[in-house]
C-alpha cells in the first residue's frame, strides 16, 4: 500500500489532543470585530473540540494524527 497524503490545509487547522480528540480554533475572528461583543471576541479566542460526527471524515484527512 501507498503512503497517504495528509490534506495541509487540515493540518494546519486542526491539531489533536492528548485523549486524541481534534482541536480547533472558532471562526468569525478576522474581521468585522466593531459590532461583536468584547465577552463574544474574548470566547472566540479559546480552542473548540471538533465535533464527533466529523471525527471520521477528519481522520481521513489527517491519516497520521
Known amino acids: ?11 494546519k487547522r486542526f491539531s489533536v489532543t492528548g485523549n486524541g480528540k481534534l482541536k480547533r480554533s472558532k471562526a468569525y475572528k478576522s474581521h ?21 460526527t466529523n471525527i471520521k471524515n477528519m481522520k481521513k484527512v489527517l491519516p497520521y494524527l
Open 1 to 11: 500500500m501507498p503512503k497517504i497524503k495528509t490534506k495541509r490545509a487540515a493540518a
Open 32 to 52: 468585522i470585530l466593531a459590532k461583536k461583543t468584547t465577552k463574544r471576541k474574548r470566547n472566540l479566542r479559546k480552542p473548540a473540540m471538533t465535533d464527533d
